[in-house]
């Protein structure tokens, strides 16, 4: 017992939340108190997440069994004899072949098991959700989602330094048995193991210190269908205009200064991430995007659809900022013409201002491209707020979550 607190002297325990973790004095590995506001807005999202994904689930199967029951209907009916033409029963065999082979096609889009079995054979439980920590440090954000988050399946956290993989075991093994069954840390490359891992985690979470335009391409890749990729962004200098051309290499966006700069820092930010995701016939839906503190936290869920990705440029938009006064205009990049029963895409017209201001005859700056579609999902954020009021005692940071949610919700 005597060497054990020998050894413990060297460390002091952090508690934060229902988690604890051991800390060198010496402090070798990276720990930011201040990012309990980030880590407490991500549990609250995470548990709308676990509660959501059961409910689509649950509609899911209810749409599946109903459109095989009435297949079997239709098939019932033809071996009555109801048709007795045998053009008829070949009509009907398509009919019904097409129904099954849509129900298939629609489980095999959501449902992240697969097997040969049509799926409308099976009864598929829901799977608990996987979670990757790809930047995990000392793995106290990880720790959390595993005590608080009930429902979530296994957590892996991911560095690419060997002090603060070493750190998270540590502090794996001093949570608990129940955390060492639900938490595992690795030695990895980020990018390299979401490369290599694909569509395999229902939530993937990148909080690094800085840009997290290096590790988007392959977190779009590593999400499953439907799950939710939540993502920091800390260089606001760069997002916010300061330095326009280290924006455009690293978020393929040139930004203007304005009175609405976090804002743009965010639909930057979101245009990235659906630039990414577009290479792989993904796109993403915002669920909640959020300023706090230094920086800028977007939670989005991503999906896979070749003819969705067309409406892409349909939320992307130029900005024009006046140079001599707040004014400022959108210019977005595509448009739709109805036609027949189809729609054409066709480019945005423009432009949509003059050579000077009308309202001071100065000059426009040119931004973006950036995200003009909504940033958040209301029905999302109404419901991650009632939850954190819910349980108010459980949220460290809860008067500066709740305010923030509170606040995007009133936005119109």
């Known amino acids: 017992m005597g060497e054990v607190e020998e050894k413990l002297k060297d460390y002091e325990i952090k508690r934060e939340g229902e988690a604890e973790i051991l800390m060198l004095k010496s402090n070798a590995v990276f720990f930011n108190p201040v990012q309990v506001h980030n880590r407490d807005m991500s549990i609250a999202v995470l548990r709308t997440f676990v509660a959501k994904h059961k409910e689509e689930h649950e509609a899911l199967m209810k749409k599946r069994n109903k459109s095989h029951k009435k297949a079997k209907q239709n098939e019932t009916s033809v071996q009555n004899g109801e048709d007795a033409s045998t053009s008829q029963h070949d009509e009907i065999d398509v009919v019904r072949e097409k129904e099954l082979n849509q129900v298939v096609d629609e489980m095999d889009d959501l449902s992240k098991e697969a097997t040969k079995t049509p799926s409308w054979k099976v009864t598929r439980e829901l799977k608990p959700p996987l979670v990757l920590e790809a930047l995990a440090a000392s793995g106290l954000r990880s720790l959390r989602y595993a005590h608080e988050v009930n429902g979530l399946g296994k957590v892996v956290a991911l560095d690419n330094d060997k002090a603060s993989v070493e750190a998270c075991k540590r502090n794996i093994k001093f949570n608990g048995a129940s955390t060492i069954s639900k938490v595992e840390a690795h030695l990895a490359d980020a990018r390299v193991y979401m490369l290599t891992h694909p569509k395999e985690f229902d939530v993937v979470d990148l909080d690094p210190y800085g840009s997290p335009s290096i590790f988007l391409d392959s977190a779009v890749q590593a999400v499953a269908d439907g799950g939710l990729l939540m993502c920091t962004a800390t260089d606001m200098a760069v997002l916010c205009?300061?330095?326009?051309?280290?924006?455009?290499?690293?978020?393929?966006?040139?930004?203007?200064?304005?009175?609405?700069?976090?804002?743009?820092?965010?639909?930057?930010?979101?245009?990235?991430?659906?630039?990414?995701?577009?290479?792989?016939?993904?796109?993403?839906?915002?669920?909640?995007?959020?300023?706090?503190?230094?920086?800028?936290?977007?939670?989005?869920?991503?999906?896979?659809?070749?003819?969705?990705?067309?409406?892409?440029?349909?939320?992307?938009?130029?900005?024009?900022?006046?140079?001599?006064?707040?004014?400022?205009?959108?210019?977005?990049?595509?448009?739709?013409?109805?036609?027949?029963?189809?729609?054409?895409?066709?480019?945005?017209?423009?432009?949509?201002?003059?050579?000077?201001?009308?309202?001071?005859?100065?000059?426009?700056?040119?931004?973006?491209?950036?995200?003009?579609?909504?940033?958040?999902?209301?029905?999302?954020?109404?419901?991650?707020?009632?939850?954190?009021?819910?349980?108010?005692?459980?949220?460290?940071?809860?008067?500066?979550?709740?305010?923030?949610?509170?606040?995007v919700s009133e936005s119109p």
């Open 241 to 407: 205009g300061t330095n326009g051309e280290v924006c455009y290499s690293k978020y393929g966006s040139y930004p203007v200064k304005g009175k609405y700069c976090h804002e743009m820092a965010l639909r930057i930010l979101l245009a990235s991430i659906e630039s990414h995701a577009n290479r792989y016939k993904r796109y993403i839906v915002p669920v909640l995007s959020v300023f706090m503190d230094f920086y800028v936290r977007v939670f989005v869920r991503v999906f896979t659809s070749a003819s969705e990705i067309k409406n892409t440029p349909l939320k992307l938009s130029y900005v024009y900022q006046c140079v001599g006064c707040d004014s400022f205009h959108l210019q977005c990049l595509g448009r739709t013409i109805p036609k027949n029963n189809s729609v054409k895409y066709a480019p945005g017209i423009g432009p949509v201002v003059p050579q000077e201001c009308s309202d001071c005859g100065k000059k426009f700056n040119v931004g973006g491209p950036v995200w003009s579609a909504p940033i958040h999902d209301e029905d999302w954020v109404v419901s991650t707020l009632t939850d954190v009021k819910s349980m108010k005692d459980r949220y460290p940071a809860y008067d500066k979550i709740t305010s923030v949610l509170t606040t």
